[in-house]
């Protein structure tokens, strides 16, 4: 019984924005991937919701009924797909390629980029605008501040680990601190 998974690691970009390839920026072409399951096990339809690839791992382990695997920040996707509905949960993401250096976080239907180099902020609706092509940052200035001060606090909490080279860990405002912490 072999389950079949299509997905990918990022996006592309075609000059959406006046850039080209992976990695330059967190808009949804690079964010949006697929996410396909098929096997004997899951049923057809759509999960509509926020899901990410650190959801693959729980999702395999509940279909091959294995109960304890690797802690991490996914959760297994198969009730969504048996028709429950998927919790709310942040979608953090980043990236730090060639002169980029951007953090990202999704959360109530709204997205935040934060281009750390420059310090722009951006603010999308993604439910209304799912192609994130207004940023609404201007006119929701309270919203935004609130999503950088959560993003700069989920950030500030994680350990970020390198299975083969040992561990890599971000101190405390270390990454991002504009003198918001001490």
Do not use: C
Not at 17 to 36: K, N, V
Not at 80 to 94: C, F, H, Q, V
Not at 110 to 128: M, N, P, T, V, Y
Request: glycine share 8%.
């Amino acid at each position: 019984e072999a389950i079949w998974i299509i997905t990918s690691d990022h996006g592309e970009e075609f000059g959406e924005r006046g850039s080209w390839g992976r990695a330059h920026t967190l808009y949804s072409e690079q964010l949006d991937i697929p996410l396909i399951f098929s096997g004997p096990k899951i049923p057809n339809g759509t999960v509509k919701g926020s899901v990410g690839l650190q959801d693959l791992a729980p999702t395999l382990l509940q279909l091959i009924d294995k109960k304890t695997g690797p802690k991490g920040d996914g959760i297994s996707l198969l009730p969504a797909m048996k028709g429950k509905t998927l919790p709310e949960r942040e979608m953090i993401a980043e990236t730090s390629r060639f002169e980029s250096n951007r953090l990202s976080l999704q959360k109530d239907n709204h997205r935040l980029e934060w281009d750390l180099k420059s310090d722009k902020i951006e603010l999308f609706d993604i439910k209304a605008d799912p192609k994130e092509a207004l940023d609404i940052s201007k006119k929701q200035m309270d919203r935004a501040k609130t999503l950088r001060d959560q993003l700069i606090t989920a950030v500030d909490q994680k350990t970020w680990t390198a299975s083969s080279a040992g561990q890599v860990r971000i101190s405390k405002g270390r990454l991002i601190d504009r003198g918001l912490h001490e």
